[in-house]
């Protein structure tokens, strides 16, 4: 379903928003951290220098995390806009603590942000979508630094230098990410062998972490490039429809899919249809429909239907051969476009035939014959042919 302009619009402004407070959050932070002293507004005589300069810091690295959120809205991520929502205070917060004159900027762009952000909300409604495998390495990853942190500060008699939780954390950190700055070294032999196992399982948390998590970033934008759908968007379709092939009759059927919210994913070869319906963010899969293999990997073993509408009656009757062959419990749809082949493609395993040509006939006769319900399923029939 489209959204209207004014509603897309303001779903630009938001994320072109947050982008500049992003950017401007950045700049701020580090003008604050080589100049922390507050010397602009009316919180300047009360701040002093180390918390400006602390507050510098973290509004980088607030930033930095605008910007990642900036990135989700233009996705149209529901958690981003969440995140987005979080933040924009936070950065207001954090220009009014430095109280210098360049902040000035950051603390009224993240007010006037605020509300174009909550007007746009209706734009960002897409979900986000990890596998068993992610969970599990951020999972392990959360694990370790707990892990690790909490042991170091058990054991910090044999860590000079770790005297709060904090120093255990960061000691933890620099073990597992392998930069050891050797600032914290430990000294007994149950710390160093607690040194060891914090090495080992940190530096493979975060080696399983970025494979898991990166990996189908990098796979998708690929995928993305080629016309093809990732593996793991494949894997999380489930009680979906798989669409066998394109044709006349797909876009009525994909516009009546996507307006009961139902998830499908179309199957064909034609490359100029693949990329069509890749920009408009529809799943696409780039393969032969009536190929085991391909229908594999659309996922008909979890499927809900297979729908085979294409302009040709053979091509629908060898799709639902190998779908009847395979997956012999799914439910096969199909479209005659010639009224003799009914049979022929209730023959090779369709479930249900429907031709076209004899409902808009009989939708014409009724109508012709003064039906007003039959003129207006007429009309919806051909307003969407």
Do not use: C
Not at 341 to 347: A, T, V
């Amino acid at each position: 379903m489209e959204l209207p302009g004014v509603e897309r619009a303001t779903g630009r402004v938001a994320v072109a928003l947050t982008l500049a407070v992003a950017a401007l959050s950045v700049a701020v932070g580090i003008l604050g951290i080589v100049d922390p002293t507050a010397n602009f507004g009316p919180l300047a005589r009360m701040i002093p220098p180390a918390v400006s300069q602390t507050a510098g810091f973290t509004g980088a690295l607030t930033g930095f995390l605008m910007v990642a959120s900036a990135l989700g809205l233009r996705r149209g991520l529901r958690v981003a806009w969440y995140s987005t929502v979080v933040l924009l205070p936070v950065t207001a917060g954090q220009g009014l603590v430095q109280a210098t004159p360049y902040s000035v900027p950051l603390v009224v762009l993240s007010v006037v942000a605020l509300p174009v952000v909550f007007v746009a909300r209706p734009r960002f409604d897409r979900r986000v979508s990890l596998s068993t495998t992610q969970l599990a390495a951020g999972g392990a990853l959360v694990g370790v630094q707990a892990y690790g942190t909490v042991g170091t500060y058990a054991l910090r008699s044999g860590f000079p230098g770790v005297n709060t939780a904090l120093d255990a954390f960061y000691y933890t950190l620099v073990t597992a990410t392998t930069v050891g700055y050797g600032d914290i070294t430990p000294q007994s032999q149950e710390a160093r062998l607690f040194s060891l196992s914090v090495l080992v399982l940190g530096t493979a948390s975060f080696a399983i972490a970025l494979g898991a998590l990166l990996g189908p970033a990098l796979e998708a934008r690929f995928a993305s490039a080629l016309g093809r759908m990732t593996q793991s968007e494949l894997e999380s379709l489930d009680g979906h429809v798989v669409v066998a092939g394109y044709g006349d009759l797909t876009e009525p059927i994909l516009t009546e899919l996507t307006a009961g919210g139902r998830s499908f994913v179309v199957v064909t070869e034609d490359e100029p249809v693949v990329s069509t319906l890749r920009e408009r963010d529809v799943n696409v899969l780039a393969a032969d429909p009536a190929d085991v293999e391909s229908l594999d990997r659309a996922g008909v073993g979890r499927a809900t239907a297979v729908v085979a509408a294409t302009n040709d009656d053979g091509e629908d009757a060898l799709s639902i051969l190998t779908v009847r062959e395979r997956f012999p419990d799914v439910r096969v749809v199909a479209s005659a476009t010639e009224q003799e082949n009914e049979e022929k493609l209730r023959r090779a395993g369709a479930d249900a035939v429907v031709s076209p040509v004899v409902i808009g006939g009989r939708l014409l006769a009724r109508s012709a014959l003064g039906d007003e319900d039959a003129e207006r399923e007429a009309a919806d029939v051909f307003e969407e042919k």
